[in-house]
T-cell receptor, first 114, second 111 residues
Framework: DAGVTQSPTHLIKTRGQHVTLRCSPI?????VSWYQQVLGQGPQFIFQ???????GRGNFPDRFSARQFPNYSSELNVNALLLGDSALYLC?????????????FGPGTRLTVL | KQEVTQIPAALSVPEGENLVLNCSFT??????LQWFRQDPGKGLTSLLL???SQREQTSGRLNASLDKSSGRSTLYIAASQPGDSATYLC??????????WGAGTKLIIKP
């Protein structure tokens, strides 16, 4: 079984541009979460989606948005990129959205903003 | 606001030694605590999950303990091997169902 997949692997953008990151969860998983990990720090929660509805949102500006599709894959969109958005963006899937569910992480997308 | 701290930030030990990594959190109202491993350029791998009602979990050479009242968890690695070299992160599931993470401990096992 394939694990969580993310695309692209690496991405370079310039300030002010827009970016879309994609995530495909493990087959059968209905929940997808997004995290931002700045170098040297732990991940920060951005969004969680379950059955195409937003279940949680972290402390990120409105420039960050996401959605989940009927096949449970997900996109993270970031508008008006800033240098500080440079980070590893991680996607995690779980079968449900409960507190006790184990999340399985993808390899991440490394975003560099110049 | 929940805060998670991991000490030390980095640790280097000879192969074969037993070692302990520490994690502390400020709010005891958690659902569970997880330990993860992160290899360079890769995602996160869940190692152990301890529910709030549990005291410890074991998997192979790994043992994690949880003392919710004192806001502490430890990850014990027995008979360390070079393949254990990685960054280890702990995360707590808070009352809002969100995972709150520590900054990690970078572990190097010297052959």
């Amino acid at each position: 079984d394939a694990g969580v997949t993310q695309s692209p692997t690496h991405l370079i953008k310039t300030r002010g541009q827009h970016v879309t990151l994609r995530c495909s969860p493990i087959s059968g998983h209905k929940s997808v979460s997004w995290y931002q990990q700045v170098l040297g720090q732990g991940p920060q929660f951005i969004f969680q989606y379950y059955e195409k509805e937003e279940r949680g949102r972290g402390n990120f500006p409105d420039r960050f948005s996401a959605r989940q599709f009927p096949n449970y894959s997900s996109e993270l969109n970031v508008n008006a990129l800033l240098l500080g958005d440079s980070a590893l963006y991680l996607c995690a899937s779980s079968s449900l959205a409960g507190a006790t569910d184990t999340q399985y992480f993808g390899p991440g997308t490394r975003l560099t903003v110049l | 606001k929940q805060e998670v701290t991991q000490i030390p930030a980095a640790l280097s030990v000879p192969e074969g030694e037993n070692l302990v990594l520490n994690c502390s959190f400020t709010d005891s109202a958690i659902y569970n605590l997880q330990w993860f491993r992160q290899d360079p350029g890769k995602g996160l791998t869940s190692l152990l999950l301890i529910q709030s009602s549990q005291r410890e979990q074991t998997s192979g050479r790994l043992n994690a303990s949880l003392d919710k009242s004192s806001g502490r968890s430890t990850l014990y690695i027995a008979a360390s091997q070079p393949g254990d070299s990685a960054t280890y992160l702990c995360a707590v599931r808070d009352s809002n169902y969100q995972l709150i993470w520590g900054a990690g401990t970078k572990l190097i096992i010297k052959p």
